[in-house]
């Protein structure tokens, strides 16, 4: 059964807020944890730290469905004591997961940016829909 995290969970999470917020597709607000990237600055970063885990984080990155503009593509990176180990490209209707092997790991930092800004407004809200990790069998 995997195991859920929220914003308490995070180690380090400047200007993310934990609520229900609506996404493209979905039929309820889902519970979230979100950020305003501006696409004029660096990324949104999240870091999280591990003593001694075994499993597999998993991130499901969106858009919400407020966000100023339908056109903007937003890139989730998953780096692994600075690695990168996943990257996935979200466009607005999207939902997409990126995955990283925590075995071994103490630190993942979850880094968004803005991929495609062709004057589109600044302030697109990122959302992670499900941060969790899944313990191996």
């Not at 380090?12 to 979230?32: C, F, H, M, N, Y």
């Not at 690695?83 to 930092?109: P, Y």
């Amino acid at each position: 059964m995997p195991r859920h995290l929220t914003l308490a969970d995070v180690f380090s999470a400047p200007d993310w807020r934990e609520g229900s917020i609506t996404v493209p597709k979905a039929s309820a607000p889902l519970q979230g944890i979100y950020t305003t990237v501006s696409g004029c600055s660096s990324p949104s970063r999240m870091e999280l730290r591990f003593a001694d885990q075994r499993g597999q984080l998993h991130v499901t990155g969106a858009q919400a469905l407020n966000s100023p503009s339908s056109a903007v593509v937003l890139e989730y990176r998953l780096l692994a004591d600075g690695r990168l180990v996943d990257t996935k490209t979200v466009r607005f209707n999207e939902r997409q997961l990126v995955k990283a092997d925590l075995t071994g790991v103490s630190s993942v930092i979850i880094e968004i940016k803005r991929v495609q800004i062709n004057g589109t407004p600044c302030g697109t809200t990122a959302v992670l829909t499900d941060l969790s990790i899944d313990p191996r069998p």
